[in-house]
């Protein structure tokens, strides 16, 4: 097994730039071992706009506990760089995601970053992400792994890589996309295109949320960018994904498509 990759150092951006309100959504579900690291590595990038929101589904393991104490380390008097949303159940990580999301944009965020909060997406991609969407106005910028450039854990089996491909290659196939890693948790979202893409009117509980909020904004006429990350294994908890969670992921393209074909899509962006 190859020892483990160094973490790529964040792409320094102009000033101005690094003072625009990103907000980073992380839900989590018993991810206290994880979460430390991962505030402490969101805090250290030089972007000066950066806030970060746990959003805990009551997990039993008390990462809600753990987030409360990182924020109270992090917040400065007169600027909040954490907050902690307590959901009360564990209802799934698309509802989670777009409780997370409406909040972040109530709250002024010119951009949100998906994020997992396991050590797989690489935070110093974030700062390379937000130059994206402000240089060229992308709406959404995806951190893809199957893009040139683009990589997978070595510790990922080949049956693993096998199935993460072919679900991308499902989804976008049935859905007619060209975005080369629908599936990807590592997303960037300008404000206005997630209040088009009506995250409260979103049907997918786990996973498939991925796929229908990029779904929505392409069909609202947003643009959709790619840029490649090495995606890592997590190093410690496990896998949220189940049975439950699987089949929804297999059945979201086919109710999204059968959508599409009876009508053009709500709130339609002019170009």
């Known amino acids: 097994m190859s020892p483990p990759r160094t973490p790529a150092a964040a792409t320094p951006l102009p000033a101005e730039w690094g003072r625009t309100p990103l907000t980073v ?28 929101l746990v959003v805990d ?32 159940t564990k209802d799934g990580l698309g509802r989670a995601y777009a409780a997370g999301m409406e909040r972040a944009v109530a709250e002024g965020a010119a951009y949100v970053l998906q994020m997992d909060a396991d050590g797989s997406h690489p935070t110093g991609k974030i700062s390379e992400m937000l130059g994206v969407a402000l240089a060229t106005g992308a709406d959404v910028v995806v951190g893809s792994r199957y893009v040139p450039g683009g990589t997978l854990s070595d510790a990922w089996k080949a049956h693993r890589k ?40 979103v049907d997918s509980a786990g996973y498939s949320f991925q796929v229908e909020t990029k779904y ?52 339609k962006r002019s170009r």
């Open 162 to 201: 096998l199935l993460s491909r072919w679900a991308n290659a499902y989804a976008s196939g049935i859905l007619g996309t060209r975005v080369r890693d629908i599936t990807s948790g590592f997303n960037l979202w300008s404000a206005d295109a997630l209040r088009a893409v009506g995250l409260g009117s």
């Open 25 to 52: 959504v992380m839900p989590t579900y018993n991810e206290a071992q994880n979460l430390p690291t991962m505030a402490e590595a969101l805090m250290a990038l030089p972007l000066e706009g950066l806030r970060l």
């Open 216 to 267: 929505r904004a392409l069909r609202a006429g947003f643009t959709v960018m790619e840029v490649p990350i090495h995606f890592e294994d997590r190093t410690a908890g496990e896998s949220k994904m189940n049975l439950a969670v699987q089949l929804e992921s297999v059945a979201m393209p086919w109710r999204l498509r059968s959508r599409a074909l009876r009508g053009p899509a709500a709130g």
């Open 57 to 88: 589904d009551n997990s039993p393991d008390g990462t809600g506990t753990v987030a409360e104490q990182l924020a109270e380390k992090y917040n400065e008097p007169g600027r909040t760089r954490m907050g902690v949303m307590h959901r009360t």
